[in-house]
């Protein structure tokens, strides 16, 4: 019998990270082909990527547009390549805009669509959950509260807990690392990571860039800077943007090593939050889009709070300097509050409670239980097994 075809789809850095692993261990107990949308990661896990999540990364309602072209190419390239392959399953990971699209078009073909790291609908749209109940036979969500929220809606659901527990740590320790980059260890280390999207960086990093600067003439130099971008970026055009006096230091793909290393960190919103909270680092977050996109996205809003760190929590661990509050006098202040030790104690046990919501190690080994319910018996590795020996 031939492998199950499967479809697995990430259209941005988390979610080729976290595709990227399911995609392993899925291969570890199914005979399965994976294909589709993603990166380097998934790649590297085996998946034959038909379409680089690069052509469709863009974040932001009026960003979109222009890149519809590169949007509409990559969904029928999808769409052609489901229709030769007949996969058994579609497993689309979070991107909604795209991936609620690619699913109506997929169940027609008889897809069973599957999602996995469930997009934040009850922060905003929550309208849209009406859409997976339609189009898919099981969602897979990473929160506790999203359990709820999307079997009151009706949808198939699953809470697997979040698949970086158990997976996020340090390859050195704090003294390693700052003598690997020349970093004086008397001084305190602020981490800097300015998104993983390119038009993140540019929109956030002179910011961010403008609060050294303030910290510098504030502490009087008393600070370590590590920017920390992933192993994705075009490092030559992030240098580009950095003043050649600045005095920090930029690593790539040694993001958890400079988070660990760091008594506070300024992180763009989205999973790095999640990320440093693993890792128990006092953090601000901060995010910006354009103004029009803001303006547009306010009325569909439905939290209280943006970063993720807040919203799992349920309250704010971690201040929020969104928008016309992102502004470097600001930043610089929450970051020398984060430096009492009254705030930073605080903070870290803030920061363990949101640890202990995220749920047990195993997400990903969770999810590929579930989804392999979802394959015929036949199709899979034991069962092919067992044939044989009989």
């Not at 050649?244 to 958890?256: A, F, G, K, P, S």
């Amino acid at each position: 019998m031939p492998p199950t075809q499967i479809l697995l789809s990430a259209g941005e850095a988390s979610g080729d990270m976290y595709a990227a692993r399911l995609a392993a261990e899925l291969q570890k107990h199914a005979d399965v082909n994976l294909f589709g949308m993603g990166g380097a990661e998934m790649r590297a896990a085996g998946v034959e990527v038909i379409t680089d999540y690069s052509e469709v990364n863009v974040l932001g309602i009026t960003e979109i547009l222009s890149h519809l072209p590169q949007l509409r190419r990559a969904m029928r390239n999808l769409v052609s390549w489901a229709r030769e392959r007949k996969p058994a399953l579609a497993i689309l990971t979070d991107f909604p805009g795209f991936h609620l699209r690619l699913s109506r078009k997929l169940k027609p073909l008889g897809v069973k669509n599957v999602y996995y790291i469930c997009p934040q609908f009850w922060a905003w749209r929550p309208w849209r959950a009406n859409l997976v109940r339609r189009r898919f036979e099981l969602a897979l969500c990473i929160f506790p509260f999203e359990e709820k929220f999307f079997g009151d809606a009706g949808v198939p659901v699953k809470f697997i807990g979040h698949p970086l527990v158990g997976e996020v740590r340090a390859s050195l320790s704090r003294g390693q690392f700052e003598k690997k980059h020349g970093l004086d260890p008397s001084r305190r280390t602020v981490a800097i990571l300015p998104g993983s999207r390119w038009g993140e960086i540019e929109r956030h990093l002179p910011t961010l860039l403008e609060s050294v600067r303030e910290l510098e003439r504030q502490t009087q130099g008393a600070c370590n800077f590590v920017l920390a971008i992933s192993g994705g970026t075009d490092i030559a055009r992030v240098k580009a943007l950095i003043p050649e006096e600045l005095r920090l230091i930029i690593v790539q793909d040694e993001t958890y090593d400079a988070l660990a290393a760091a008594d506070a960190a300024m992180i763009c919103s989205g999973t790095a939050t999640v990320e440093a909270a693993l890792l128990d680092v006092p953090m601000i977050v901060v995010y910006r889009v354009s103004k029009l996109t803001a303006l547009l996205a306010k009325p569909l809003i439905r939290t209280k709070y943006f970063g993720m760190v807040n919203l799992i929590a349920e309250r704010e661990v971690a201040p929020e300097l969104i928008q016309d509050d992102f502004q470097p006098r600001k930043i610089a202040e929450e970051i020398r509050k984060l430096f009492e030790p009254g705030r930073a104690a605080q903070a870290r046990a803030d920061l363990a409670e949101v640890r202990r919501r995220l749920g047990p190690p195993g997400a990903v080994q969770r999810a590929a239980e579930a989804i392999l319910e979802l394959i015929p018996q036949a199709d899979r590795l034991g069962a092919k097994a067992s044939g044989n020996a009989s």
